[in-house]
């Protein structure tokens, strides 16, 4: 993608931009170089789009960005789709959309502290998550399997291949038609260990939000749907901490206040060590840009003490939690089902709905059949398997 704008300046702005479009451009340059420190990402400094449009009179291209994927029929899907447990023990637990919301929060918060782009980081933050397949990581276990031995199935590589390609909201292109800086910051999480420079300080903050979200709130869903108790966990120094400072401010809480109140702590603290171990970098480095930046160290991360207790809790959330018999048994029956339907998708192709079996004559019948699988929620992935099999099982 060519640039389009000059970090000094409108001059390159194309002569097709009304004034009123010149104008918004204008007074985002204005507002940001107020408020956004030199090493983010200015919304003037945008390589644009891979298909030109028109700016728009009164959004900048990352709220355009962010308002496109929460319009996309993939982002609504995320509401049918587990974090982790099933709707089979309740409501009260995350699904992909509610953790998406969580992670959009704290990484907007995260990025007003540090002065970065909240338009942008708020639009990564809400696709990160966006190609998830149905019944959580089992799902893109299953899925990846299917794909052995000459293939592999990422969430991330399928969140680009929905904005992209497989959504249908405009007529004149297909996909979403996202800012370069978007599509590039999902591709750096597609491998981490590929790229050439690290990614965009916003790009930074999201996977720190993620990380932050995921340890809090896995924890809550654990303790609430009984799989755990605090008395277990307090066996992690990160949640014996917790349990502390929450018993040294309030006496006599009950269990419900007292697992809300160790999980604010735990959002409380991964926020604030992140901040300070960020800040106390960024002042270190003294990036001038968003490309100096690139070039330089992961920075937006949490300290040393705080990383080694997070993988303690991590490591014992896996074994405890994620490991747990009850959800093996769910991930089993769950991978069974999408192993199933892939493979009598190969062999009828025209159970496809009719879009579907267009784009199966372009890439193929088995990678049309990891694309619609992918994108199905956990319910209508049931439906669909009772449909073609006839039966409720496995």
Same mark, same amino acid.
């Given at each position: 993608?060519?640039?389009? !704008?000059?970090?000094? %300046?409108?001059?390159?702005?194309?002569?097709?931009?009304?004034?009123?479009?010149?104008?918004?451009?204008?007074?985002?340059?204005?507002?940001?170089?107020?408020?956004?420190?030199?090493? =983010?990402?200015?919304?003037?400094?945008?390589?644009?789009?891979?298909?030109?449009?028109?700016?728009?009179?009164?959004?900048?291209?990352?709220?355009?960005?962010?308002?496109?994927?929460?319009?996309?029929?993939?982002?609504?899907?995320?509401?049918?789709?587990?974090?982790? !447990?099933?709707?089979?023990?309740?409501?009260?637990?995350?699904?992909?959309?509610?953790?998406?919301?969580?992670?959009?929060?704290?990484?907007?918060?995260?990025?007003?502290?540090?002065?970065?782009?909240?338009?942008?980081?708020?639009?990564?933050?809400?696709?990160?998550?966006?190609?998830?397949?149905? !019944? %959580?990581?089992?799902?893109?276990?299953?899925?990846?399997?299917?794909?052995?031995?000459?293939?592999?199935?990422?969430?991330?590589?399928?969140?680009?291949?929905?904005?992209?390609?497989?959504?249908?909201?405009?007529?004149?292109?297909?996909?979403?038609?996202?800012?370069?800086?978007?599509?590039?910051?999902?591709?750096?999480?597609?491998?981490?260990? =590929?790229?050439?420079?690290?990614?965009?300080?916003?790009?930074?903050?999201?996977? =720190?939000?993620?990380?932050?979200?995921?340890?809090?709130?896995?924890?809550?869903?654990?303790?609430?749907?009984?799989?755990?108790?605090?008395?277990?966990?307090?066996?992690?120094?990160?949640?014996?901490?917790?349990?502390? =400072?929450?018993?040294?401010?309030?006496?006599?809480?009950?269990?419900?206040?007292?697992?809300?109140?160790?999980?604010?702590?735990?959002?409380?603290?991964?926020?604030?060590?992140?901040?300070?171990?960020?800040?106390?970098?960024?002042?270190?480095?003294?990036?001038?840009?968003?490309?100096?930046?690139?070039?330089?160290?992961?920075?937006?991360?949490?300290?040393?003490?705080?990383?080694?207790?997070?993988?303690?809790?991590?490591?014992?959330?896996?074994?405890?939690?994620?490991?747990?018999?009850?959800?093996?048994?769910?991930?089993?029956?769950?991978?069974?089902?999408?192993?199933?339907?892939?493979?009598?998708?190969?062999?009828?192709?025209?159970?496809?709905?009719?879009?579907?079996?267009?784009?199966?004559?372009?890439?193929?019948?088995?990678?049309?059949?990891?694309?619609?699988?992918? %994108?199905?929620?956990?319910? !209508?992935?049931?439906?669909?398997?009772?449909?073609?099999? %006839?039966?409720?099982?496995?």
């Amino acid at each position: 993608m060519d640039r389009r !704008f000059e970090s000094h %300046g409108l001059q390159s702005l194309p002569v097709t931009l009304s004034n009123s479009a010149h104008s918004i451009l204008q007074r985002l340059s204005e507002r940001e170089s107020l408020l956004l420190a030199p090493y =983010a990402m200015k919304s003037v400094d945008s390589r644009g789009r891979k298909h030109p449009e028109p700016e728009h009179a009164y959004r900048g291209p990352f709220q355009r960005d962010r308002d496109r994927i929460v319009h996309s029929a993939a982002f609504r899907r995320l509401s049918g789709k587990m974090q982790v !447990f099933t709707g089979e023990r309740g409501d009260y637990h995350r699904t992909r959309l509610t953790h998406t919301q969580e992670v959009a929060s704290l990484a907007r918060t995260l990025s007003r502290a540090l002065r970065l782009n909240e338009d942008l980081v708020e639009a990564l933050a809400l696709l990160h998550d966006i190609g998830h397949p149905p !019944f %959580g990581h089992a799902g893109e276990d299953a899925l990846d399997e299917c794909l052995q031995p000459d293939g592999h199935f990422s969430h991330n590589q399928y969140a680009l291949t929905i904005v992209e390609d497989l959504e249908e909201r405009y007529p004149g292109f297909p996909g979403l038609n996202l800012s370069h800086e978007v599509l590039e910051s999902q591709i750096t999480r597609v491998d981490k260990t =590929a790229p050439s420079h690290s990614p965009l300080l916003e790009a930074q903050v999201v996977d =720190a939000a993620d990380s932050t979200t995921y340890d809090a709130h896995d924890t809550d869903d654990a303790i609430k749907l009984e799989l755990l108790t605090l008395d277990e966990l307090s066996e992690m120094s990160l949640i014996r901490e917790a349990l502390a =400072a929450v018993n040294s401010e309030f006496t006599n809480l009950d269990a419900t206040q007292l697992r809300a109140s160790v999980v604010h702590y735990l959002l409380n603290r991964q926020v604030s060590d992140i901040l300070a171990t960020s800040a106390k970098d960024l002042l270190r480095y003294d990036f001038q840009s968003s490309d100096e930046a690139r070039d330089g160290e992961l920075v937006v991360r949490p300290s040393k003490e705080l990383q080694e207790q997070k993988e303690e809790l991590e490591s014992f959330l896996y074994e405890r939690v994620y490991r747990h018999p009850e959800l093996l048994k769910m991930r089993q029956r769950a991978q069974d089902r999408l192993q199933a339907m892939f493979l009598k998708y190969q062999t009828h192709p025209e159970w496809f709905p009719k879009k579907y079996q267009v784009r199966a004559r372009q890439v193929g019948v088995r990678q049309m059949a990891i694309d619609y699988l992918a %994108g199905m929620t956990d319910r !209508f992935c049931d439906d669909q398997y009772v449909r073609m099999f %006839g039966e409720s099982s496995p």
